[in-house]
């Protein structure tokens, strides 16, 4: 069974700083890019960042590029999202998912930076 549990979201400051996870099961996690994308209340779902399947090479959104670092270890099938430097635009409910054809969303985890 194909399965995606994102966690680690909560409120915070702005300024302040999360790391989310992403424990996958169900396909053959190391052989996939893997990527983080969020969505805002009325606002579609964006890309925030990319990591190939080896870990090698990454890519953000630009409007995260700086302040987010996405990581993954393959051995425990997860992804994690480094988020620095948070600001209220960053309020959004995040998943990850595996580069195309996707495999069925998780639920999210809720991330809210406000003071």
């Known amino acids: 069974q194909v399965q995606l549990v994102e966690s680690g979201g909560g409120l915070v400051q702005p300024g302040g700083s999360l790391r989310l996870s992403c424990a996958a099961s169900?396909?053959?996690?190391?052989?996939?890019?893997m990527s983080w994308y969020r969505q805002a209340p009325g606002k579609e779902r964006e890309l925030v960042a990319s990591?190939?399947?080896?870990?090698?090479?990454?890519n953000y959104a630009d409007s995260v590029k700086g302040r987010f670092t996405i990581s993954r270890d393959n051995a425990k099938n997860t992804v994690y999202l480094q988020m620095n430097s948070l600001k209220p635009e960053d309020t959004a409910v995040y998943y990850c998912n595996k580069n195309r054809p996707f495999v069925p969303w998780g639920q999210g985890t809720q991330v809210t930076v406000s003071s």
């Open positions: 169900g396909f053959t996690f190391n052989i996939y890019a």
């Open positions: 990591i190939v399947s080896a870990g090698g090479s990454t």
